[in-house]
């Protein structure tokens, strides 16, 4: 895989430009020069619209200051800023909250948590002068390599939407506008400029357009597009997708923003694509414009509307009528980072235990912590997701020495097992954590990452469990990683994921039973990398590619090639794969263990207006409080490639003390039952016999029930 050098040059370049921190605005300052000169009413934007020359439009179709709309001062329209939120608004000089990466807020099921981060980054939006917010990425993991899985919600289109419109309506209810990204089919870094993701009609509707379709139902204001092209097309241009499908199917009123340096032409995304060309004018030039007008006059209209559509959303937004910054919203406040450590806790997922987990509280211990984390948290992962505050995290050993105070803490990274002195260290103690894995230069945009952990991981891994039985493996990555050759060695395994400002904290919490896992996989696990059939398309030559080939973005498509990279495997993606064709995966897809035991019965299934109601209790019948992600997944009479064997189509994260139960419901609507027809270019009902299932994973299903869906009154 890709050289591990070319990734940290490339993450310096890239770090150039991400790491700048701009100044939050002064609030008087912003406010002095806020008078938007139209007032607030029902035809402002059009009144707008007809004071603006077509130049001053042409400059407000494309940014400026790298994350910005221009102001237009002549008319008292405020500049509008943008941010990334990956894991916390990045980019501005203040002490933000930085949260959990999206992979693991997703491997928390817990969709009220997502609608708290979501709101804690919109009032920090708010506090630092931010308007729109450069999230949520809702991509598919289709391939456990891509190098911003981290940055998305996972493999199931139905999860990643449910809790991406979590998190939209967080962020959106202080006001603050997201724009939900990459849309679409940018599934791995490797080439994204120049790789066209040929993708059969229905596949995209399944599996990779629904995540977008939930949120902006849901009123998500802004899309951003894709680096890719997707069939043939630039995404940032696609009539297809953001004409006919957002636009007209979807009734999407919001703006298109595309992603930074997207743009490949000037007329075709005039026409039938991104509303505005970030983060400045390379096609949106008033030069190129001009000259298409001259040409075809008849495109001032679609500057119109562009400059319509974005001022309805700040307007929409208030923005047009309020200080660029919010003097009273709070920023890195308690309140923040008790969300962020909530979440963190709650998205570890414990793979393995084997009696070693949770260590006894009050017992003196000896604890070390080896490896390449044993000095610091990777907090986050790269890219424009890095975020410089709180870098790099606190290390697990110093919150062990914080907190356990009767025990003895050593942290040894580099090559200890040289050394007679650390071998015994690790020999004599009661506990050994073994903390490896990825970091934001490892995991990022621009490159994909290798499956495998780095050697010195793995060898830190076998000799840490060859001196020391109670072995406990700490393990942080975006994604999926190759387990398989060591998985049997240490006692317990958890995965951390990339944790926030509170990894350390989250995973000493888990350590001591303080919180009792309750993380589900987002993602299944395979033995071997050559089991996911989306890889077998996988470029080969991603080793051998050079640097500048990487960097080389933007371009005349007619003059450079693009290479197509075919979703053959079409919906078999993740457990939609191993549970239809095989085969079996290391660890399936929502698995994740717990200190206690839940126990599922009393299942009800019944057929109402609503649709289909199911039901059924849980309890917690084991020997700690804990919580339960109730899966529920529905399974057509006959599976096969075009009819995955189940998907996920519910999911209830329940919170029981011990000797609890609750009564947990779900609801499927149509959309449950339909698949989509290319022919009729809609959704259709697939009546039969199903069985519905609920579970605690994808493979630990513990209630079944059947029922018999109806033909709908037109098929
Ligand atoms: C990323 C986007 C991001 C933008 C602005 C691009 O490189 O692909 O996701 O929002 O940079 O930082």
């Known amino acids: 895989m890709f050289n591990h050098l070319k990734r940290q040059i490339l993450q310096h370049l890239m770090n150039r430009y991400f790491l700048k921190l701009r100044p939050v605005p002064e609030v008087e300052a912003d406010t002095t020069e806020i008078h938007c000169s139209v007032p607030p009413g029902p035809n402002r934007v059009d009144q707008l619209l007809s004071r ?41 000089d203040a002490p933000v909250t930085v949260f959990p990466s999206p992979i693991a807020i997703a491997a928390t099921w817990n969709r009220s948590l997502l609608k708290e981060v979501g709101r804690s980054i919109g009032r920090e939006c708010r506090a630092t002068g931010v308007s729109i917010l450069l999230a949520p990425g809702v991509n598919i993991a289709r391939v456990p390599v891509c190098g911003r899985n981290f940055e998305y919600l996972g493999e199931d289109p139905f999860l990643a939407g449910v809790l991406a419109r979590s998190y939209v309506s967080g962020v959106q209810s202080e006001r603050v506008g997201v724009t939900v990204k990459h849309f679409v089919c940018n599934n791995s870094e490797f080439d994204r400029h120049k790789s066209d993701s040929i993708v059969d009609e229905r596949t995209l509707r399944e599996l990779y357009l629904p995540p977008f379709e939930t949120v902006v139902q849901a009123g998500a204001v802004g899309v951003m597009t894709a680096y890719n092209l997707v069939n043939g097309m630039y995404a940032s241009e696609h009539g297809l997708l953001v004409e006919r499908l957002l636009r007209q199917k979807w009734q999407f009123t919001g703006i298109v923003v595309s992603d930074w340096n997207s743009l490949y032409s000037t007329r075709g995304p005039l026409r039938c694509g991104v509303d505005i060309e970030m983060p400045g004018a390379r096609w949106y030039t008033q030069k190129s414009i001009q000259e298409l007008l001259d040409r075809e006059p008849e495109y001032a209209e679609r500057v119109d509307e562009k400059v319509r559509r974005l001022l309805s959303v700040f307007d929409n937004l208030g923005v047009l009528d309020r200080p660029v910054r919010d003097a009273d919203a709070p920023v890195g406040s308690l309140e923040h980072a008790e969300i962020a450590r909530k979440t963190a806790a709650e998205s570890i997922v414990l793979l393995k235990n084997d009696d070693l987990l949770p260590l006894e509280r009050t017992e003196r211990k000896s604890i070390v912590v080896v490896g390449r984390f044993a000095r610091y948290e990777p907090i986050g992962g790269g890219g424009s997701s890095f975020i410089k505050q709180g870098f790099p995290g606190v290390s697990i050993g110093q919150v062990l020495g914080e907190r356990a105070s009767a025990s003895s803490i050593e942290a040894i990274d580099g090559r200890w097992w040289r050394s007679a002195k650390s071998r015994a260290l690790l020999r004599d103690a009661d506990v050994v954590i073994a903390s490896v894995g990825f970091d934001h230069v490892y995991e990022s945009e621009s490159y994909d990452r290798q499956w495998e952990l780095p050697r010195y991981d793995l060898r830190v891994i076998h000799e840490a469990c060859r001196l020391n039985t109670n072995t406990v493996v700490v393990q942080h990555a975006g994604g999926a990683v190759h387990m398989a050759p060591w998985v049997a060695l240490p006692k317990a395994v958890l995965q951390c994921w990339y944790l926030g400002q509170s990894s350390a904290e989250a995973i000493v919490d888990i350590l001591f039973g303080t919180v009792n896992p309750s993380g589900r996989l987002p993602v299944s696990y395979a033995y071997e990398l050559e089991h996911y059939e989306s890889m077998h398309a996988y470029p080969a030559n991603f080793d051998s590619v050079s640097l500048a080939r990487v960097q080389g973005g933007q371009g005349d498509p007619e ?48 057929s109402t207006q609503r649709g289909w109601c199911i039901s059924c209790r849980i309890m917690n019948s084991g020997e700690y409080d804990g919580a339960e992600v109730v899966q529920l997944y529905i399974r057509p009479e006959v599976s096969s490639r075009e009819h995955p064997f189940q998907q996920l189509r519910g999911f209830e994260k329940v919170f029981l003390r011990q000797g609890e139960s609750k009564q947990v419901s779900f609801v499927l609507d149509e959309r449950s039952f339909c698949e989509f027809d290319e022919d009729s270019e809609s959704w259709v009902r697939v009546a039969g016999r199903y069985t519905v299932v609920l579970g605690s994973s994808s493979r630990d299903i513990r209630l079944t029930s059947t029922m018999v869906v109806k033909k709908s009154p037109g098929n």
């Open 52 to 92: 603006m020359t077509m130049q001053e439009k042409i400059d407000y179709i494309s940014g400026v200051n790298g994350f910005s709309v221009r102001a237009v001062k002549r008319l008292g329209l405020p500049p509008v800023w943008m941010s990334d939120a990956t894991s916390g608004v990045r980019g501005v």
């Open 559 to 606: 003059k450079r090639k693009t290479w197509l990279l075919v979703y053959g495997e079409k919906l078999m993606v993740g457990y939609r794969q191993f549970d239809t064709v095989g085969p079996d995966p290391l660890f399936p897809f929502g698995f994740g263990l717990n200190y206690t035991d839940f126990s599922y019965t009393d299942m009800q299934l019944e």
